[in-house]
C-alpha cells in the first residue's frame, strides 16, 4: 500500500518541504514540493557519541570521585563487572540500545570495557537489534599493551580506547596508538576529565578523539584543534561529579563537539536528556539550541563519517526519523527538539529507507 507523507527536512540553514512516499514502508520517493508541513521534521537521527552500555546492569547509587567510580583497574564499575555476571548484565544493557533506539539515536559510539568478553557481549546485543549501528572502541583488559588481545579487540571492533593517560605508561600507550592506526582503526582516550592534564602528552599520543576535555584550558583547546583531534563533551557525566566543561571557549574556537552520555549507570544513554541539560547549563553563555542539536546530528556525522541524509542529494536509501512538531514549536524546531525533545514525539524510524516497527522500550 501506498502512503504519502509531507514534512520539513531539517536542515541548519533552511528547511524544505518534501513528500514522502513509501509502499509497504519502503520509501520509494522523497521529492521537493510546494506544500510545507512544518509539523514534522525529517532528521537523520542522533549520535549518541560516549556511552559504556556495559555497566547499565550496576544497580548501585555511586558516591565518589571519578578515580574511585570508573577509574580501572579497581572502581567501583570494575568492581562490579567482576561481581555481577556478563550475563546478567547483557539484559540492562540490551534495553539501554533498545531505549535509545526509540529516542531516534541510530548510531552511538560506545567503550567496551572487559577486554574481548565485553566486546563480544555487545556485539551479540547489537546482531539482535535491527536499525542502530553500535560502533565499538575496545578498552583493553589491562593497562598494558597484550599484542595478542589487542589483535583479536581490533579484529572484532571498531578501534580501541583507553580509559586515561594517567593509568598507562606513555611509551606503551605510544606503541599501542601505532598498532592500532596500523590497523586503521581508530584510537581514543577520556581526557582530563576531573583534573587538568598534560595536553603535549596527548598530541604525542595523538588520539583521533578524545572524551571531555573538561579542565582543558583555552590553549589547551587551541593545541587540540590545532591537532584535528575531535572532541566528545559529556555535560551530565561532568555534572555528576560537580564539573562543567568549557563548551563556550570550545564553540568560539571553531571546535564542532560531539555529544555523548557516559556512563549509563550514572546517566540513561537518553540524547533528549543531554540536550535539555546541556541547553540549560550553557545557554546563558550564548550557546543556542542549534548548537545543541549539531552536536547530536551533524557534528557527529562529519568528525566520525556517518553517513546521512542530506539535502539536496534526498537518497531514499537513508537513515532518517520524523519529530513531531506542534504549529506553536514549528517556529523555533531546534529549540523544541533540544528543551522539550522526548521519545514519544519520535512519529517514525526509517532505517536503510525502511520504516521500522516503533519499539515501546524504557531504558530500565
Ligand atoms: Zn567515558
Redesign the pocket.
Known amino acids: 500500500m501506498k502512503e504519502s507523507t509531507y514534512g520539513m527536512v531539517y536542515d541548519p540553514d533552511h528547511m524544505i518541504p518534501v513528500e514522502i512516499v513509501t509502499e509497504d514502508n519502503r520509501v520509494i520517493s522523497i521529492t521537493e514540493t510546494n506544500r510545507e508541513d512544518h509539523t514534522r521534521i525529517i532528521l537523520p537521527g542522533f549520535v549518541n557519541a560516549?556511552t559504556?552500555i556495559g555497566d547499565c546492569g550496576i544497580g548501585i547509587e555511586p558516591f565518589g570521585t571519578v578515580k574511585e567510580l570508573v577509574a580501572p583497574p579497581d572502581g567501583l564499575k570494575h568492581k562490579m563487572y567482576r561481581e555481577v555476571s556478563i550475563h546478567e548484565r547483557m539484559e540492562y544493557s540490551r534495553k539501554a540500545v533498545e531505549g535509545m533506539l526509540s529516542e531516534g539515536i541510530t548510531h552511538f559510539i560506545d567503550?567496551r570495557e572487559e577486554g574481548v568478553d565485553g566486546t563480544v557481549m555487545l556485539r551479540s546485543i547489537l546482531s539482535g537489534i535491527e536499525g542502530i549501528e553500535g560502533r565499538i572502541m575496545s578498552v583493553p583488559s589491562l593497562q598494558n599493551f597484550d599484542i595478542k588481545e589487542v589483535n583479536k579487540l581490533i579484529s572484532v571492533s571498531q578501534g580501541i580506547a583507553v580509559s586515561g593517560l594517567a593509568e598507562w605508561d606513555l611509551d606503551v600507550l605510544s606503541t599501542l596508538r601505532k598498532f592500532t592506526k596500523n590497523a586503521k582503526k581508530k584510537f581514543t582516550i577520556?581526557f582530563s576529565e576531573d583534573k587538568r592534564e598534560d595536553v603535549e602528552k596527548l598530541i604525542e599520543i595523538a588520539p583521533d578523539y578524545i572524551?571531555h576535555g573538561t579542565f582543558c584550558t583555552e590553549t589547551d583547546l587551541a593545541r587540540i584543534h590545532e591537532h584535528g583531534i575531535k572532541i566528545v563533551v559529556c555535560p551530565r557525566a561532568n555534572l555528576f561529579f560537580g564539573n562543567v566543561a568549557p563548551l563556550k571557549v570550545m564553540l568560539t574556537l571553531g571546535i564542532k563537539p560531539l555529544l555523548g552520555t557516559?556512563?549509563c549507570f550514572i546517566n540513561r544513554p537518553s540524547i533528549f536528556a543531554e540536550m535539555e541539560l546541556s541547553y540549560k547549563l550553557f545557554h546563558h553563555t550564548g550557546i543556542d539550541a542549534r548548537d545543541i542539536l549539531a552536536m547530536a546530528t551533524f557534528n557527529a556525522y562529519n568528525a566520525m563519517g556517518i553517513d546521512h541524509l542530506e539535502y539536496p542529494d534526498l537518497d531514499i536509501n537513508k537513515t532518517f526519523i520524523t519529530f513531531r512538531m506542534s504549529e506553536r514549536d514549528a517556529k523555533h524546531p531546534e529549540y523544541a527538539i533540544v528543551n522539550f525533545g522526548t521519545s514519544d514525539r519520535i512519529e517514525d524510524i526509517f532505517i536503510n529507507g525502511l520504516k521500522k516497527n516503533r519499539l515501546s522500550t524504557t531504558y530500565h
Open positions: 560516549h559504556h567503550f577520556h572524551v557516559d556512563n
